[in-house]
């Protein structure tokens, strides 16, 4: 157990949905950070919480929106869901500024039929 | 750019050492880890090194850091089939954002 907790495990939903995926992050750690694992793009990364701000972004599309709570816990929401979204999504929690590494959560496996 | 790039498979018998390349664009990369990622599970760092530092051994594992080639390896020593796994070379920007490599698929044959 790695510390960063990620749900669902799995979700199946069909094209045009929105879903959303829930992240809590370490114990102390204040970032959060996801990204999506598919065969094609690789790790590619798409957002990073601070403290609940949003610190850096990366290749995160309009359909998709991210929030970090006040207990530090996040959420990632995927909306208009096409089929190419289906995909692994993990989350990550670091302290500081990453520099030890991050961790990272088991994921969430979506697939939209 | 940013681009780290690794070799996407590499095989080798049960008790060789195995050796994993990595090679990143970013001069200014100070920071670079290994990841290692079993079926179905997340990543799990292995190690880091960061740019003053050559080369960092930790029990089987030794990372060796050519900075002038922008050059990164991972060698596996006495190589185990609880090894085979798919090994992330990455790189933190200076955004703060982790970088990475495509992953390369580890082997391990009895």
């Known amino acids: 157990d790695s510390g960063v907790t990620q749900t669902p495990k799995h979700l199946i939903t069909a094209t045009g949905q929105r879903v959303t995926l829930r992240c809590s992050p370490r114990s102390g750690d204040l970032s959060v950070y996801w990204y999506q694992q598919s065969l094609d793009q690789g790790l590619q990364f798409l957002i990073q919480y601070y403290n609940g701000e949003e610190r850096a972004k990366g290749n995160i599309l309009e359909r998709f929106s991210a929030q970090q709570f006040p207990d530090l816990h996040s959420e990632l929401n995927l909306s208009s869901l096409e089929l190419g979204d289906s995909a692994l999504y993990f989350c990550?929690?670091?302290?500081?500024?990453?520099?030890?590494?991050?961790?990272f959560g088991s994921g969430t496996r979506l697939t939209v039929v | 750019g940013e681009d780290v790039e690794q070799s996407l498979f590499l095989s080798v018998r049960e008790g060789d050492s195995s050796v994993i390349n990595c090679t990143y664009t970013?001069?200014?990369?100070?920071?670079l880890y290994w990841y290692k990622q079993e079926p179905g599970a997340g990543l799990q760092l292995l190690t880091y090194i960061f740019s003053n530092m050559d080369m960092k051994q930790d029990q089987r594992l030794t990372v060796l850091l050519n900075k002038k080639d922008k050059h990164l390896s991972l060698r596996i020593a006495d190589t185990q089939t609880g090894d085979s796994a798919i090994y992330f070379c990455a790189e933190l920007n200076q955004g703060g954002k982790l970088i990475f490599g495509q992953g390369t698929e580890l082997s391990v044959k009895p």
């Open positions: 990550a929690s670091s302290g500081d500024e990453g520099l030890y590494g991050y961790t």
């Open positions: 970013d001069s200014s990369s100070t920071y």
